[in-house]
């Protein structure tokens, strides 16, 4: 297990807030994080922001390869020597949102898989920018802020329901793993993390939708919580015939008119936008 302390320390690294530095130093919680991504030979695995490259050496004990993406260049040293023994890790220095993730998979045949504990804050638009691309990704396994996670894994009908709940369950299956302490990070970051895993799925049940129209109705719903979706979504100027229209399509759907947009499945969003189309 690579001794994070000792290693700031050889190479005077100064941890920086604005990228969300806090390194993961429990080996037991790294397993664990690798365990929920089912890690094989078979595996490509994209790892993201590996800082000192602690889980990026576990990673690659179980993976066939390991792409490690680190934009902090001050850690690049020190990963190099962290990982020098490993000869199915490529580690590029660069920033995910920009690098060429299709040119570092190459012709990777087998499994594709994302597992990383992301800064805080860029991780939704990390998540989002997979979870839309068009690499077939298998899992994706991402440790984030537990709010972040609550958010993602949510069910219709709970308080952590939200948008960002059904962007997530358009494009995967997800579950929430495990919490994890404060106090298993150097740093000590302010608040509990979790790992949360996003399973690929097909997009079979919502191919007849435009997929813009699909989400300027999720957001448009979800824009202004405390009112009910014929007043959140039926005043949008962008919608033909307006609420007297959604209301008609609501009664048609069989659902009440008081209904709100967290109350409302994945499954009965794709049905409105259907009529609303």
Same mark, same amino acid.
């Given at each position: 297990?690579?001794?994070?302390?000792?290693?700031?320390?050889? !190479?005077?690294?100064?941890?920086?807030?604005?990228?969300?530095?806090?390194?993961?130093?429990?080996?037991?919680?790294?397993?664990?994080?690798?365990?929920?991504?089912?890690?094989?030979? *078979?595996?490509?695995?994209?790892?993201?922001?590996?800082?000192?490259?602690?889980?990026?050496?576990?990673?690659?004990?179980?993976?066939?390869?390991?792409?490690? +993406?680190?934009?902090?260049?001050?850690?690049?040293?020190?990963?190099?020597?962290?990982?020098?023994?490993?000869?199915?890790?490529?580690?590029?220095?660069?920033?995910?949102?920009?690098?060429?993730?299709?040119?570092?998979?190459?012709?990777?045949?087998?499994?594709?898989?994302?597992?990383?504990?992301?800064?805080? !804050?860029?991780?939704?638009?990390? +998540?989002?920018?997979?979870?839309?691309?068009?690499?077939?990704?298998?899992?994706?396994?991402?440790?984030? =802020?537990?709010?972040?996670?609550?958010?993602?894994?949510?069910?219709?009908?709970?308080?952590? !329901?939200?948008?960002?709940?059904?962007?997530?369950?358009?494009?995967?299956?997800?579950?929430?793993?495990?919490?994890?302490?404060?106090?298993?990070?150097?740093?000590?970051?302010?608040?509990?993390?979790? +790992? +949360?895993?996003?399973?690929?799925? *097909?997009?079979?049940?919502?191919?007849?939708?435009?997929?813009?129209?699909?989400? =300027?109705?999720?957001?448009?719903?979800?824009?202004?919580?405390?009112?009910?979706?014929?007043?959140?979504?039926?005043? =949008?100027?962008?919608?033909?015939?307006?609420?007297?229209?959604?209301? *008609?399509?609501?009664?048609?759907?069989?659902?009440?008119?008081?209904?709100?947009?967290?109350?409302?499945?994945?499954?009965?969003?794709?049905?409105?936008?259907?009529?609303?189309?």
């Amino acid at each position: 297990m690579i001794n994070t302390n000792e290693i700031l320390k050889k !190479y005077d690294l100064k941890l920086t807030k604005t990228l969300g530095q806090n390194f993961l130093t429990d080996i037991n919680i790294i397993k664990k994080i690798v365990d929920a991504g089912e890690v094989n030979q *078979e595996d490509l695995v994209l790892e993201i922001g590996p800082g000192i490259g602690a889980m990026t050496v576990e990673l690659a004990k179980r993976a066939g390869k390991v792409v490690a +993406v680190e934009i902090d260049k001050h850690l690049i040293p020190a990963l190099e020597e962290n990982l020098a023994h490993l000869d199915n890790v490529n580690l590029v220095h660069g920033d995910i949102m920009k690098v060429d993730i299709h040119a570092l998979i190459g012709d990777w045949a087998g499994p594709k898989k994302v597992i990383s504990n992301l800064p805080y !804050y860029i991780t939704t638009p990390i +998540v989002m920018m997979l979870l839309e691309g068009d690499i077939n990704w298998d899992t994706l396994v991402f440790m984030v =802020q537990k709010e972040v996670a609550l958010r993602m894994a949510a069910t219709p009908g709970s308080k952590d !329901y939200s948008a960002l709940s059904v962007a997530v369950r358009y494009y995967s299956e997800p579950k929430m793993a495990f919490t994890v302490s404060k106090n298993c990070f150097i740093p000590k970051p302010d608040v509990d993390s979790a +790992v +949360v895993r996003l399973k690929k799925r *097909e997009l079979d049940f919502v191919q007849d939708i435009p997929k813009e129209f699909f989400f =300027q109705v999720v957001r448009a719903s979800f824009g202004q919580r405390r009112k009910t979706l014929l007043n959140a979504l039926g005043l =949008q100027p962008w919608l033909n015939g307006g609420k007297e229209r959604l209301k *008609e399509i609501l009664n048609k759907l069989g659902i009440k008119e008081t209904v709100r947009a967290e109350e409302l499945s994945l499954e009965t969003f794709a049905a409105l936008c259907r009529e609303l189309a």
